[in-house]
């Protein structure tokens, strides 16, 4: 466990409509990620943040925005959500050790677009 | 993106079985991380390896970074019920802010 609460766990929103979904993580990671899973593809990058106000786009950032405000903090944002962004969205967070970086998962965030 | 390579994409056993799964790539690695996911949940890190011939073990799970760099496996033994799920594997470049690159997983069966 490594301190990563999503909220909300699952939402139900219309087309149309602006969702914000919430990573907190109590350990004061630098590094803080969102990706979302779809079946068929796998776990893809969205956006990350390696400090505050600092966040860069990933591989499927198109109809996203990102704001890290407090280090703890990582919203993700759908400016105006639509049917394709109906997924399960992961947030996550890098921590750094003598060996090396270790990537740890939130539990989620089921996002359902009608 | 770049994807790992994992295969077949289901895999089912018998429990009691030993099970090995692979992941390779075209391109090196400098950590390489296993992670299981249930239904309904997050993926949960298993095991994580940092250096080129490491091998490491997790109670009944046992992880290998290949010499290449290019390919780590993963064993679990003496399989039970609840090793059923998704097991994927991760590899990171170097540098704290090198993002992962992901296998798309193997669903994995244990029959009673």
């Known amino acids: 466990d490594a301190g990563i609460t999503q909220s909300p766990r699952h939402k139900v929103t219309e087309t149309g409509t602006p969702v914000t979904l919430r990573c907190h993580q109590t350990?004061?990671?630098?590094?803080m990620y969102w990706y979302r899973q779809d079946p068929g593809h796998g776990l893809r990058l969205i956006h990350y943040?390696?400090?505050?106000?600092?966040?860069d786009k990933g591989e499927v950032s198109d109809g996203y925005s990102v704001s890290r405000s407090k280090t703890e903090d990582f919203l993700l944002t759908l400016e105006s959500a639509t049917s394709s962004q109906t997924s399960v969205y992961f947030c996550?967070?890098?921590?750094?050790?003598?060996?090396?970086?270790?990537?740890?998962f939130g539990e989620g965030s089921w996002l359902t677009v009608v | 993106g770049q994807q790992l390579n994992q295969s077949p994409q289901s895999m089912f056993i018998q429990e009691g079985e030993d099970v090995s799964m692979n992941c390779t790539s075209s391109s090196i690695f400098n950590t390489w991380l296993w992670y299981k996911q249930d239904p309904g949940e997050g993926p949960v890190l298993l095991i994580a390896l940092y250096k080129a011939g490491e091998l490491t073990s997790n109670g009944r799970l046992t992880a290998q970074f290949g010499i290449t760099r290019k390919d780590s496996f993963l064993n679990i033994s003496a399989s039970i019920p609840s090793d059923v799920g998704i097991y994927f594997c991760?590899?990171?470049?170097?540098?704290?802010?090198?993002?992962?690159?992901f296998g798309k997983g193997i669903t994995l069966s244990v029959r009673p």
């Open positions: 996550a967070i890098s921590e750094s050790s003598g060996a090396g970086n270790t990537i740890y």
């Open positions: 350990e004061n990671h630098r590094y």
């Open positions: 991760a590899g990171q470049k170097t540098g704290a802010n090198s993002k992962l690159t």
């Open positions: 943040s390696y400090g505050v106000k600092d966040t």
